[in-house]
């Protein structure tokens, strides 16, 4: 089944930004739809960004112009840019698909390892 990695948190001060990425390897069917969640101590975990194969997008309200969800298909990856940062921004963001197996007719979900963003004041 599909695997998902992503990379690129750190530390930044509110107002910069932060690039996201996410590399999807070894699908075996089809991924048509990959979103960026988000968890931060004590909260539950949100979507924040959605992106359809389609190349429709959907965005938490509290990041709409300010964050872009991008997909390059033929590469396995997917990217959140995050611009003017908010210390509420802080959190672990997760990569997240659900890979659908056509001969087994089977939805599979898969989900990276998350990586640490944190934005100071």
């Known amino acids: 089944q599909v695997r998902l990695m992503e990379w690129g948190g750190g530390l930044v001060q509110a107002g910069e930004s932060l690039s996201l990425s996410c590399l999807a390897s070894?699908?075996?069917?089809?991924?048509?739809?990959m979103r960026w969640y988000r968890q931060a101590p004590g909260k539950n975990r949100e979507m924040v960004a959605r992106i359809h194969v389609s190349g429709s997008t959907d965005y938490l309200d509290a990041v709409k112009g300010r964050f872009t969800i991008a997909r390059e298909k033929a590469k396995n990856m997917l990217y959140l840019q995050m611009n003017n940062l908010k210390p509420e921004d802080t959190a672990t963001y997760y990569c997240n698909a659900d890979e659908y197996i056509h001969f087994r007719r089977e939805t599979r979900v898969a989900w990276g390892q998350g990586t640490q963003v944190t934005v100071s004041s």
């Open positions: 070894g699908a075996i069917g089809d991924i048509d739809e």
